[in-house]
């Protein structure tokens, strides 16, 4: 096939022959799991760039370290030819402060009902006031004149005393402050709504870690309110424990994983494919881990979670997930739907820069 991934070369073979995925298999979701150190990243990195070599499915890259930003920037060595289509892609980066890239916001109305409760710790019931404001609060949110002075002066000068307790709680929650509001601007959903060809979310940078929950549950909410649009992507997920965590505890994290469990389940046949990519399976939801048809693993010491990783992936045989354990740097064993056997791999460099790097000793 034309299209396949050239993603390293075979290691147990003796001339070592390239190693290639099945790109029309990331209609499926896929599990990408190594310990600390292992090269994750760096891989990912190499299967993303040939993603957007040999097809033409948008990724969405949700990055919490700042590790994909450079995405675009190819590296001096690369061949020309290679270079000149890889730079054309060129990625909308979203960054919390502008930084020269565009600025990561998103619209409170675009989340679902649940999600905005979430946020401002709603219950339906207890607050039962609070939260049929909220329920109504997008139809009264024109938008030319939304922002911060005009939303805060509606609520301190109504009648209503719920929407000035709604106000109280806005305020001592802190969520007014917050960069992540596109207010009456321009938001990144809709941004992906256009499905560029690749997209890379800096969630590491906001001043609260809330903040980077609730621009992803956003972007999340908002693709998956508009699924019936039927626009595949890949939503890529890098330290995917953060956001479809196994023990969600806030509110927000509860409604987050819920989210993305939701997607794993029902998303495949709206486009919405997940790569989910943590230090070990435990840490990710069960029910997200379980709908992955795809299995990446590097470097994997520990038997415990060697045998849950054979447990939900009967696909992995025994003998190539036991040798994880002496896996150097760089080298993956694949299995699944994306590779006609299960193979070890070991990697090919990247041909565009790492952004976030390990910081050194100072020497
Ligand atoms: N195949 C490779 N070739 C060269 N350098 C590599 C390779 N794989 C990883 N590295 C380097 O090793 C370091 C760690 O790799 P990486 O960040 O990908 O690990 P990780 O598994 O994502 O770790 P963590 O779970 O802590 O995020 C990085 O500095 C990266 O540049
Ligand atoms: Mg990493």
């Known amino acids: ?24 298999r990331f209609n499926r979701h896929t599990f990408w799991c190594g310990q600390s150190g292992s090269g994750k990243t760096y891989a990912l990195g190499v299967v993303l760039e040939q ?8 990724l969405l890259v949700m990055d919490p370290n700042a590790d994909f930003v450079r995405l675009g920037d190819v590296r001096e060595e690369t061949a020309p030819d290679v270079a000149e289509r890889l730079a054309a892609v060129r990625p909308r980066v979203f960054r919390p402060r502008k930084n020269g890239a565009e600025q990561l916001t998103v619209k409170f109305v675009d989340l679902s009902l649940r999600s905005r409760a979430a946020i401002l710790r709603l219950d339906p019931l207890r607050d039962a006031e609070e939260y049929n404001l909220l329920l109504h609060l997008e139809a009264e949110s024109g938008p030319e004149t939304f922002d911060r002075s005009t939303f805060v002066h509606r609520l301190r000068e109504s009648d209503d005393p719920g929407m000035r307790r709604l106000l109280l709680r806005l305020e001592n929650l802190g969520v007014l402050e917050w960069d992540v509001w596109a207010w009456g601007g321009d938001s990144t959903q809709t941004v992906i709504d256009e499905r560029p060809r690749a997209t890379v979310l800096d969630l590491g940078g906001f001043k609260t870690p809330d903040e980077s929950k609730v621009a992803a549950l956003a972007i999340l909410d ?8 039927r626009k595949p992507v ?33 998303g495949r046949k709206y ?8 230090q070990r399976p435990s840490k990710i939801h069960p029910n997200a881990l379980s709908q992955c048809d795809n299995l990446a693993l590097m470097k994997m010491s520990s038997p415990r979670d060697l045998d849950e990783l054979g447990q939900s992936f009967g696909y992995a045989p025994h003998e190539l997930l036991s040798r994880t354990g002496s896996f150097v740097q760089g080298q993956a064993l694949f299995a699944g739907g994306f590779i006609t056997a299960p193979a070890v791999v070991q990697m090919a460099s990247r041909l565009t820069y790492e952004g976030g790097s390990d910081v050194r000793v100072p020497l």
């Open 271 to 278: 486009g919405l494919w997940l790569l989910l990519s943590t």
């Open 234 to 266: 890949l939503i890529v997920i890098d330290e995917a424990h953060n956001l479809c965590s196994a023990e969600p505890v806030l509110p927000v994290e509860v409604a987050l994983t819920e989210r993305i469990v939701q997607i794993a389940a029902e």
């Open 222 to 229: 908002h693709l998956w309110a508009n699924r019936e649009s």
């Open 51 to 58: 993603i957007l070599l040999q097809t033409q499915l948008p």
């Open 1 to 24: 096939m034309d299209n396949e991934l050239s993603i390293g070369h075979l290691v147990d073979s003796v001339d070592g022959p390239p190693a290639t995925l099945d790109p029309t």
